[in-house]
């Protein structure tokens, strides 16, 4: 890591103090960025950025006011610690607003220092030369294969110093097929990780999905409406996982809107689904070893063999709630299980492989309607066809209690990690 930062988090401290500030914080982070963006085609684009930015909150009499600050020029700091001041004299007295105590920790450092610029371009150059061969149907735009080193430090005034440094790859690909006057629509999916790509086909799945795209170009809708299964992918939990972590979260049970607040150390789920949130795990390039407040995190289970163990609460709600803090940074995990994905496909008499959903967000009581997206029919234990037009509703509650498989394979996105998850009971018709 280069050299700290303390003293001008110090400055900062100290300048917000003088302001009138009762008590302060700042979080301080600093990217080192390179790129190299490609479409099928050719490498359009490599450049690196450099930037920093200072996160300052400042308390007073029970309020809180925040603002955002770009580099260290003196005058612009004082302006943000001037921003933040007149935000918490606007703001609202509660006596959870405060910054707060914990230990400080060891510098954490995390992932390579720097990045391997030949040996990225050489898996760009590669990648683009195989293409033609194994999905000579595919279009990419705006692909992107990424190095970031972020050093993130973290002050405030009862004392309490963090730091960590954190370094990664991430590829992200867009794409469609096309065929004659055949193409579908664009898909895209991408993660990060510590070190390289083994070949960016691996990274988070985006091989199967540029096949599944191919096989995309042809669909239809499913015949009548039935209640049948749905195999929901790895890629369709990125979006449908936060709304069921939302309701297991500190604002949902603090206004009481969650369904299962009242239901710690009660079966939510079928005994196959294993929840955790993961912060610390060395999987996850974008954990975290504190949060906004420069609290530690921890990992712990959620969700254990379908029992409710705990909730997702960071230090505000904690305080509100008269809870103990345990999850300021989200970084959540599905265990795997012991079936394979062929094997899931082939248990099922009518459903889905359930790839994406577009559609509104779920109410309090987590029902849910949209669209199928990416998706395919699943008949006799066998792919049919990709899905156009297709209708999905059902409840979320409901549908954890009927998880009837959880696949070996799992998808590691970066800042979290998902199966496949089969489940029953899921309304499924043309649109």
Known sequence: MSAPTDDFLDHILARAKDAGATAAQALSSRTRYFEIEFDHRSVDLVRSTENETTMITVFRDGKRGGATLNGRRPEEVEAAIAAAATAAEAGVADPANDIAEAPSLPPGDHGPLAQDRAAMRAQVDEFLASLPARHPLLRLRDCLYTFTSQETEFANSNGLRQRERRGGHGFRAMFMAKDGPLTTSFNA????????????????????????????????????????????????????????????????????????????????????????NAPRSADFVDGSDFDEFGVPTRDLPIIENGVLKDFYVGYFFSRKLGMAQTAGVRNSRVRPGETSLSDMIAGVKRGILFSRFSGGAPNDNLDFSGIAKNSFYIENGELRHALNETMVSGNFQQLLQDIHAVSKEVVNFGDCAYPFVAASGVTISSK
């Open 189 to 276: 999916a991408g993660g990060r990780s510590f070190g390289p790509f083994a070949s960016l086909y691996d990274a988070a799945g985006v091989g199967r999905l540029m096949a599944e795209c191919e096989r995309s170009l042809e669909r239809r809708p499913v015949t009548g409406k039935f209640v049948g299964d749905v195999i929901v992918t790895p890629h369709c939990l990125t979006g449908l996982m936060p709304s069921i972590a939302g309701a297991l979260s500190g604002p949902a049970l603090l206004a009481g809107s969650s369904p299962f607040k009242d239901k710690r150390g009660e079966r939510i789920a079928s005994p196959l689904f294993s929840l955790d």
